[in-house]
Every structure is written in structure tokens, then in C-alpha cells.
């Protein structure tokens, strides 16, 4: 990893943190409504959604085919999540299935940085300065690779980011009367702590989703379902069970189980917009039991 690409990640995590802190001042002195609440709870959904099911079920796993437009507009909204491009994230995601819990894994926190509290803060975010962005595209995302419109996102990824930020300003600038004020406050709520919240509910999944949490499948990592991350992580943190069951486009197996992620793919499916659709029967589930 070059030093411009580590300081990048770092910047990605500090500043959405700065933005807390501020955004924790403001609301102290009452610079929030629920217009800029309303702006952050979108922008969260759009792009928490890119994440799951767009890199996550789709890109990564194909755990559902779709329309070439739909596979790129949901790389694009995956991108507005601030985690790295799409072709990086896809190929550290394979990478992370081939090494689970071994060497190899870009961010287990059981080998390669001790155990406790530093592989925990390695799986959490430590790695992005580390390990982020080092899978081989030609291996571990070569269908990515070969598509030009896939690079083409890609490769815009700092354009992305920068938009991210810039959508949720201009839409509570408009909202608030094309004020200062309200630009501030959609840069900071729909912006920074919409960022702050969706990297570390997603990097919540690569580590306490690998440390505590239940298990019912007899595989051999240490990925475990931690039922009260999955409403903000939209289904990702039943990780078990999609270890278990990778291809699946539904992480959420038992009809209690949350999956919004799953709910919005049956929709595009019900749309005619997803089809090939991955479900495991129960009497597969039923085969991986613990015995």
C-alpha cells in the first residue's frame, strides 16, 4: 500500500469522526431539525444499500443476476459509501472468503496482530491501513476487471467520494432556504456522520461478527450472527449464516431474523429487476447443522 493510498484511508476514517464531534456540538446547541435527520436516514439507506446488496450480494457473491444498469447504479451508490472503489472491495471481499480466519485474511482478528483488543481493532479498521486494497483484481475480481464500465467506476472513486458529501450539502441548502446554515448541516449530518455510521457498521461485521455472536453451522471459521446489528446493518451481521452459505442473497434464514437487504432484492425481483435469485431449501441448511 503506497502512503497516499494509506493517508487516504485514514483521512476516511478520521474525518467522518471529526464530523461526529462537531455534529455533536451543533446538536448541543440546537443546529439540527429533522429535515437534516431526514437527509441522513436517506442518504444511510441509498448507500448502505449500495454496500449490501450492490457490492455485497450482487457484485461479490452473484447471489442474484440483474440488468447490466442496474449492477452499475448500484455500484455507484456502493461507492457513495466511502469504503474504496468497487473493484477494491469486491476482490478484498473474495479474498477475506479464501482466507477466512487464516493467513491470507485481510482482516481476521484472529491471526497475523495477536488476539483481544488488537485483533479486534485490526478487523475493525485497522487493516484499511495495512491490508485494504492488496487483493489482486485479475484474481479475485476478474469478472469486474474485464467489464470498462466497472473500471470506468472504479476508477472514480475520489470523484464518489467527494459527491457523497456534496449531494447531502446541496440538497439541505436547498431545503433550508439556500441558507449557509443548512448547507452546514447536511455536509455534517448527511455527510460526515452518515459516512461515520455506514463505515463502522460495516467494519462492525468484520469484527464483532468474527469474536462474539452464535453459531448453528458446523463450518470451520469463527464467524457468528449478532442479532442486534442486523436492523442497522441491513441483515450483514447474520455473518454466520452467510458464511456458512455464501451465495445466498438472503443472510437472514429464520423468518425472525431481519434481512433488509434480503427484503430489497425479493422487490427487484418482484420488479422483474433480479432474477436467478440464490435461496438454500431448509433441508440444505438442516445438512450443516451442529450436530
Not at 21 to 47: E, F, K, P, Q, R
Not at 108 to 122: A, K
Not at 152 to 167: D, E, N
Not at 207 to 221: Q, W
Amino acid at each position: 500500500m503506497s502512503a497516499m493510498e494509506r493517508n487516504a484511508n485514514l483521512a476516511g476514517v478520521v474525518v467522518p469522526f471529526l464530523g461526529v464531534i462537531a455534529a455533536i456540538v451543533l446538536l448541543w446547541n440546537s443546529m439540527v431539525d429533522w429535515t437534516s435527520i431526514a437527509i441522513m436516514v436517506a442518504m444511510y439507506l441509498l448507500t448502505a444499500v449500495g454496500v449490501t446488496v450492490g457490492f455485497h450480494r450482487l457484485l461479490t457473491h452473484r447471489a442474484f443476476q440483474s440488468y447490466p444498469l442496474v449492477e452499475r447504479t448500484f455500484a455507484v451508490l456502493g461507492s457513495l459509501s466511502v469504503q474504496g472503489s468497487v473493484l477494491d472491495w469486491v476482490a478484498d471481499h473474495r479474498k477475506h472468503h479464501a482466507y477466512t480466519d487464516t493467513e491470507g485474511d485481510p482482516h481476521s482478528p484472529h491471526v497475523g496482530h495477536g488476539h483481544g483488543l488488537r485483533g479486534f481493532w485490526h478487523a475493525h479498521a485497522g487493516w484499511l491501513m495495512e491490508t485494504q486494497g492488496q487483493a489482486d483484481w485479475r484474481r479475485y475480481a476478474r469478472d469486474l476487471y474485464e467489464d470498462p464500465a466497472m473500471r470506468r467506476i472504479g476508477r472514480m472513486f475520489p470523484q464518489l467520494a467527494l459527491l457523497s458529501l456534496l449531494l447531502p450539502t446541496v440538497a439541505s441548502c436547498a431545503l433550508h432556504g439556500f441558507t449557509a446554515r443548512g448547507a452546514l448541516e447536511g455536509l455534517i449530518w448527511g455527510g460526515l456522520v452518515r459516512v461515520f455510521f455506514v463505515h463502522h457498521i460495516t467494519w462492525s461485521v468484520n469484527s464483532i461478527c468474527h469474536i462474539f455472536g452464535r453459531r448453528r453451522f458446523a463450518i470451520e471459521d469463527r464467524s457468528t450472527n449478532v442479532w442486534w446489528l442486523a436492523p442497522f446493518s441491513l441483515g450483514e451481521s447474520w455473518h454466520h449464516n452467510h458464511h456458512a452459505f455464501p451465495r445466498s442473497a438472503f443472510h437472514g434464514m429464520r423468518w425472525w431474523e431481519l434481512d433488509i437487504a434480503g427484503l430489497v432484492i425479493a422487490t427487484l425481483a418482484r420488479l422483474g429487476l433480479a432474477w436467478n435469485v440464490v435461496r438454500i431449501a431448509p433441508e440444505v441448511q438442516r445438512t450443516k447443522l451442529i450436530a
